[in-house]
């Protein structure tokens, strides 16, 4: 989308069973290195078209465990003998609410709103 080159057929390529990943490309081509918007750009992007077309929870797969699917490695999901990073959303915001949690966490939530990340089981400070 920044870079105005066209638009993946997202659901058609989930609907044939194609593995679809989110990442970030950096902030020289995409503004930002936040996946919360990224998942938001994908799911109101393909929206336009069809309502109907990404549901929030399949933009949250293709976030987590596609991603580590496409990436060949044992994650995306909590599962015993998956690798585990595990992030903290604040869910005390007025943005979260809501009934339907996927929902909300896909549409409103930002870089922001993470208050503790873990990875390989060991908590981030930041000035790591």
Known sequence: MALGVGIAPVPDMLEKGI?????????ASGGSLDMWKEMRHARLLHKLKDPRAMP???VLEMGTV????????????LEA???ADIIVVDLKQPQFL???LVTTLV??????????????GKILDGKS
Do not use: E
């Open 98 to 100: 809501s009934s339907k």
């Open 81 to 83: 003998g998956r690798l």
């Open 19 to 27: 593995n679809v990943a989110l990442g970030t490309d950096g902030v």
């Open 56 to 58: 929030a929870s399949t």
């Open 66 to 77: 596609n991603g580590a699917r496409a990436l060949g490695i044992n994650a995306g999901m």
């Open 107 to 120: 549409n409103g939530t930002s870089g922001c709103d993470v208050k503790t990340t873990l990875v390989n």
